[in-house]
């Protein structure tokens, strides 16, 4: 890193679009130093890894991870990806990241240099720091375990399938995927007590007991005690309804076979691995997305990359932070790289430029640390909350926002606020909503589990503003509850004031 | 801190195993879509993989998710011209726009069918699934060609026993030329000089003689090559009933057993022509569009198709020149006198010409001996074969006698 003295940084590390390893590395020196020097990122160490077309298509098949256990739809996604790709439909994502400790990336062979720099500078410092500094991640997923787990779940899963059979252990995984979506914990649990703690516990109580102990209390007339205890009367359980479907499927389905509880185990696992991403596309992109676009730039003030260099790095940027109008050819919802890059540059320009309006909206970073504002917003925020603090009008009026509403009853659909002066704090605050997971997975617990009698399972869909669960895959999921379960499911939906409106039951 | 790592040379293939599960889950309706393609293909195109299409539903993985209906509201990118409170029609579909309320950008749900494609190998293994061919006979049929060894010219490695002793030599002298020039124009220069330089000239004779008689990269190896060893030509004549009572599901069994011939035949013979040959009460040359696809009205006289065979053959195919062998598919009607005249026909005049004749009946009540198959069973002949074919199952018997014989 030494090398890079500003005294020789007059000089271009390389011109022209071939690469070799040891330029990548050159760039990656280059890159780090004025990641790590002058904008203080904290990264995991990175493992670089060059890859062909093919990797990249198998890398994508595999939900990113280098490796994985074997399922049908992994195959699936495959052939999908290969074919678009081999029509041209498509080209391939020019980096894949993992979240782990050292960070993984690939970079494919096909790109020429400024694309590899690019992606070295968006995968390596941008998203290896988001890993590394987001709150989500911090808390669900272990960068340090993530690789060997999945070793350890492609390993089971094959030794499973030569003991019991391709068709029982496909079956199991394909039940557990329909339940994915409702395998994670959104919070943390405690954490069991170990059986020492159990014990002195034990212990603490029964002396207390002892202490409390008078004879007194024996002369007092029971409450209860007239009435005769009601046999029917038994506590519900679970006593709190659990919302980790799968987690609870996993502790208590009374028929699954102990190889059985592992996978779906294994599976929730991946599911949580892969939890904290949904939430934090948007941020996540950006903050990668900004910092390509913000290393780069430096590099090429710093007079190291020539200008076809940047104009290559450019054109592409430009290409992933394109936002299509929502009635455009090609719209397909809000990118999430163009929100999160437009997002991170404001943030900069509010600390940097603020103008009376930011003053307003933003009193507290207008005019601020740009590097620390930033750096506290990417640790301490999810989607959800990060638009819900830092969308300003001038994006909202940039991206010319609005909201629109469908409201069952209503025959039209509304205009609901546009980008005015009305209409930001609502068009923040709906879209903030919309990155809400609440928003898009149905809220589905498990209220009861009849274990005395038919060991049958309820669970409850509650409906939120009148939103209905797709009828047909929700039966189709039921059908693989059950498989997992081995008795009867019942799903009740229930509206917000606790009605049962509707039930649909599985029989095993 | 970071370290640059190249996988290029890693296992390309990690997917194979996910897309044969794929395939394998999906075999049903892969199979029917391959069904289809086999019926929309011309029986010489057979050969190649082709692209399959899944009904999208059929390969869903349901979750839990939202349907239509209930109250909410999107926020979009892009507004020009709506104003608060302005009201819309309902896009067609219910829902709204762009789905951006689907979380992980949805919508792909809407295409219609899976499309991929099938690997000549995927493709023909299907096929030979649908009619239940054995293994050995699929490597017969599918793949393995013949091959010789054909000589290539030379090589500096090899094994000891392809050593070409004369090549080595020639390449030795060549060396030892070359090798020397200099030295000896050197000894030339000083042995025609005044004083000779004995000590000089004895240690370039020294060098000299130092320069090896043969040495190991002299070495050259006779090199052979595989080819694959086309034998010669073939004809192959496709003779179908077409009168109204061979329906489409006939024709299709018919087409499966002219197709697995086709591909025997395309395998074992360099060259292979067909001829059809469709035959109501009298017979015509055809192409095969019109062979598969056209409907005829009319009685039944199988002679007639097989006096056009002959008479095409002995025109066009000299039999000392080419391989001749028949396929013919009836649903086994014929009247009077016409199924004698027809078996005398062929074991006097077809059977002598023919490598080989499989007759396919695809009767309408298979426990019916008819008129032309019960003329049929008296041909002695180890060059004519038969069956009854209700299922694509059967096809394959007919030419097991064949395939035995030939893919040996």
């Known amino acids: ?508 | 801190m970071s370290i640059v790592i190249d996988r290029r040379l890693n296992d390309r293939n990690k997917s194979a195993v996910n897309r044969e599960r794929f395939l394998r889950r999906y075999k049903e309706q892969i199979r029917k879509s391959v069904g289809d393609l086999i019926s929309k293909r011309s029986i010489t195109d057979m050969d190649r993989g082709g692209d399959v299409n899944i009904p999208t539903k059929d390969i869903g993985e349901p979750t839990f998710h939202h349907g239509q209906g209930g109250d909410r509201e999107m926020v979009l990118p892009g507004n020009r011209k709506f104003n608060r409170g302005d009201k819309l029609q309902r896009p067609d579909g219910g829902g709204g726009g762009g789905g951006s309320g689907d979380g992980e950008g949805g919508g792909d749900s809407s295409q219609d069918d899976f499309v991929f494609s099938l690997s000549r190998e995927e493709f023909m293994n299907l096929f030979f699934d649908d009619l239940e061919l054995p293994h050995l006979i699929r490597n017969a049929v599918g793949d393995v060609r013949e091959y010789k060894m054909q000589r290539a010219g030379y090589t500096p490695s090899g094994v000891p026993a392809n050593l070409s002793v004369a090549r080595s030599l020639r390449q030795a002298m060549a060396r030892r030329i070359a090798i020397g020039a200099p030295l000896r124009r050197e000894m030339q220069a000083l042995k025609a000089a005044e004083v000779p330089a004995d000590d000089e000239i004895a240690e370039l004779q020294r060098r000299l003689d130092r320069i090896p008689f043969l040495d190991e990269f002299d070495l050259r190896y006779r090199h052979r090559v595989k080819v694959p060893l086309p034998i010669s030509r073939a004809v192959m004549f496709c003779l179908m009933d077409v009168s109204a009572s061979m329906t489409e599901a006939k024709k299709d069994l018919a087409k499966r057993f002219f197709t697995l011939l086709y591909l025997f035949l395309s395998r074992k013979y360099q060259r292979v022509e067909l001829v059809f040959i469709r035959h109501t009460d009298n017979a015509q040359e055809v192409d095969e569009q019109g062979f598969f696809h056209d409907q005829q009205s009319g009685g039944t006289v199988v002679l007639s198709a097989l006096k056009l065979m002959q008479e095409i053959a002995v025109a066009r195919y000299p039999s000392d020149a080419w391989n001749i062998y028949g396929a013919q598919v009836s649903d086994g009607d014929a009247f009077g006198a016409d199924p004698e005249k027809s078996r005398a026909f062929m074991n006097e005049q077809l059977l002598p010409l023919s490598r080989y004749f499989a007759y396919i009946e695809v009767p309408d009540d298979p426990m019916r001996t008819s008129p032309l198959s019960y003329a049929y069973q008296r041909i002695e002949s180890d060059k004519f074969a038969m069956s009854t074919v209700t299922s694509k199952g059967d096809v394959y018997p007919v030419l097991r006698e064949l395939f035995k014989r030939e893919a040996a």
């Open chain 1, 1 to 508: 890193m030494n090398a890079l003295e500003p005294g020789l940084g007059s000089k271009l590390i390389s011109t022209g679009a071939e690469w070799d390893f040891e330029l990548l590395e050159t760039y990656d020196r280059a890159i780090a130093d004025i990641a790590i020097n002058e904008y203080k990122l904290d990264i995991f160490p990175n493992q670089i890894e060059v890859i062909a077309s093919e990797q990249m298509l198998d890398a994508y098949a595999s939900l990113g991870l280098p490796i994985g256990y074997p399922h049908w739809s992994y195959g699936k996604e495959f052939i999908r990806n290969e074919q678009m790709y081999r029509k041209g439909q498509r080209g391939l994502a020019y980096e894949i990241v993992i979240n782990s400790n050292p960070c993984i990336a690939y970079l494919m062979e096909e790109n020429s240099l400024p694309m590899q720099a690019l992606v070295i500078a968006h995968a390596c410092y941008g998203h290896n720091s988001f890993f590394k500094g987001n709150y989500l991640f911090r808390q669900w997923t272990n960068a340090d375990a993530i690789i060997d787990y999945m070793v350890f779940s492609r390993n089971y899963v094959m030794k499973c399938e030569e003991r019991y059979g391709h068709e029982a252990v496909e079956a199991t995984l394909d039940s557990c995927h329909a339940l994915m979506s409702h395998g994670v914990d959104r919070y943390r649990q405690p954490t069991p007590l170990s059986a020492d703690e159990e014990r002195l516990r034990q212990r603490e109580r029964e002396e207390y007991a002892r202490t409390q102990y008078d004879d007194i209390w024996r002369t007092l007339p029971s409450k209860g005690a007239g009435k005769g205890g009601k046999p029917g009367a038994e506590p519900n359980y679970p006593p709190e309804p659990q919302e980790n479907l799968l987690y609870f499927i996993e502790k208590h389905a009374p028929k699954l076979e102990p190889w059985q509880r592992e996978i779906v185990r294994i599976v929730r696992k991946m599911a949580q691995y892969f939890y904290p991403q949904g939430m934090t596309k948007v941020m996540n992109e950006g903050w990668a997305t900004f910092w390509h676009y913000t290393l780069l730039n430096r590099l090429f003030d710093k007079g190291l990359v020539d200008d076809g260099f940047m104009l290559e790095v450019l054109s592409s940027h430009t290409n992933v932070i394109a936002q299509r109008g929502f009635d455009q050819r090609g719209y397909g919802g809000i990118n999430p790289y163009a929100l999160g890059f437009a997002m991170m540059t404001d943030i900069r320009r509010i600390c940097e430029n603020p103008t009376q309006e930011d003053r307003d909206w933003f009193p507290d970073i207008a005019g601020g640390d740009w590097l620390k504002v930033m750096d506290f917003a990417m640790r301490n925020y999810k989607d959800e909350s990060f638009i819900g603090q830092f969308l300003s009008p001038k994006l909202i009026r940039e991206l010319h926002l609005f909201a629109i509403a469908d409201h069952e009853d209503d025959e039209h659909l509304l205009v609901d606020s546009i980008h005015n002066e009305q209409g930001y704090r609502r068009v923040r605050q709906l879209l903030s909503h919309q990155y809400n997971r609440d928003g898009q997975v149905p809220d589905i617990q498990v209220t009861r589990y009849d274990h005395r009698g038919d060991r049958s399972l309820t669970l409850a869909h509650r409906r939120h503003r009148g939103r209905p669960l797709d009828d047909s895959s929700s039966s189709e999921v039921l059908k693989h509850l059950s498989r997992l379960w081995g008795f009867n499911v019942r799903l009740q939906t229930i509206d917000d004031n606790g009605k049962v409106l509707e039930q649909r039951e599985t029989r095993a």
